[in-house]
Antibody
Framework: QVQLVQSGGEVKKPGASVKVSCKAS????????ISWVRQAPGQGPEWMGW????????KYAQRFQGRVTVTTDTSTSTAYMELRGLRSDDTAVYYC??????????????WGQGTMVIVSS | EIVLTQSPGTLSLSPGERATLSCRAS???????LAWYQQRPGQAPRLLIY???SRATGIPDRISGSGSGTDFTLTISRLEPEDFAVYYC????????FGQGTRLEIK
C-alpha cells in the first residue's frame, strides 16, 4: 500500500536550519507530487509547499517563500523539506502528504507519521 | 488567501446523536474544492471527504459532506465512540488553507 515514512524528531536552535525527509513506497514515485504541511501545538494544519514527482515543478505558500525548499531524490523515492532561519514559532509537527495526483492544490489522502521539530535556545 | 472559519469550536454530544459541523470560506471555493479531515490525538489527519461531498476510501456512509460556494457542512448521522476527535476543513481551490478545527467531545 502507499506509505510515507518520515525522519525522526529534531531539536534546533533559533537561526538554524532543519531538513526533514519523507520516503515513499507502494507507488511509482514520479507519478505523484508531495506536499509539506505543518501543525503547531494546538493549531490547525498549515500548507507549506509542494513538489511534483518529476521534481521539475514546485509551489510554495507565500508566507514561506524564500525560507523553505522542497526537493526530491527519485533514485530513493524520497522527498525533503528544508526550513531555514528557524524561530521559536516554527516549533511544530511537520508532515509530508500526497493526494496521489499531479496538482499542487489538492486534498491529501496519504500522510506521513509526522516529524516533531522543536526550536529552542 | 482563502480563510476558513469553522463552527462551533467545541461540540459536546452523546454517542448515537447527530453531529453537524460548519465551515465558512472568506470567498467562494470554486468547483467545491473542499475537504474534511478527522484527527485523533498523536495522529496525522485522516481524509474523510473531498470535493465537498465525496467520501474517501473506507469512510462509512454515516459521514457525509455538503455545501458549495462559501458554506460547507460535515454531518455524522449517528455518532460512534471513535468519532470523538478534532475535525478540520481544507480548501484547495488555490494555495491550500485549513480551518482552525472543531473539537467533537463526549457529553
Amino acid at each position: 500500500q502507499v506509505q510515507l515514512v518520515q525522519s525522526g524528531g529534531e531539536v534546533k536552535k533559533p537561526g538554524a536550519s532543519v531538513k526533514v525527509s519523507c520516503k515513499a513506497s507502494g507507488y511509482i514515485f514520479s507519478n505523484y507530487g508531495i506536499s509539506w504541511v505543518r501543525q503547531a501545538p494546538g493549531q490547525g494544519p498549515e500548507w507549506m509547499g509542494w513538489i511534483s514527482g518529476y521534481k521539475d515543478s514546485t509551489k510554495y505558500a507565500q508566507r514561506f517563500q524564500g525560507r523553505v525548499t522542497v526537493t526530491t531524490d527519485t533514485s530513493t523515492s524520497t522527498a525533503y523539506m528544508e526550513l531555514r532561519g528557524l524561530r521559536s514559532d516554527d516549533t511544530a509537527v511537520y508532515y509530508c502528504a500526497t493526494s496521489k495526483g499531479s496538482s499542487p492544490y489538492d486534498s491529501f489522502a496519504i500522510w506521513g507519521q509526522g516529524t516533531m521539530v522543536i526550536v529552542s535556545s | 488567501e482563502i480563510v476558513l472559519t469553522q463552527s462551533p469550536g467545541t461540540l459536546s454530544l452523546s454517542p448515537g446523536e447527530r453531529a453537524t459541523l460548519s465551515c465558512r470560506a472568506s470567498q467562494s471555493v470554486i468547483s467545491s474544492y473542499l475537504a474534511w479531515y478527522q484527527q485523533r490525538p498523536g495522529q496525522a489527519p485522516r481524509l474523510l471527504i473531498y470535493g465537498a461531498s465525496s467520501r474517501a476510501t473506507g469512510i462509512p456512509d454515516r459521514i457525509s459532506g455538503s455545501g458549495s460556494g462559501t458554506d460547507f457542512t460535515l454531518t455524522i448521522s449517528r455518532l460512534e465512540p471513535e468519532d470523538f476527535a478534532v475535525y478540520y476543513c481544507q480548501q484547495y481551490d488555490n494555495s491550500p488553507t485549513f480551518g482552525q478545527g472543531t473539537r467533537l467531545e463526549i457529553k
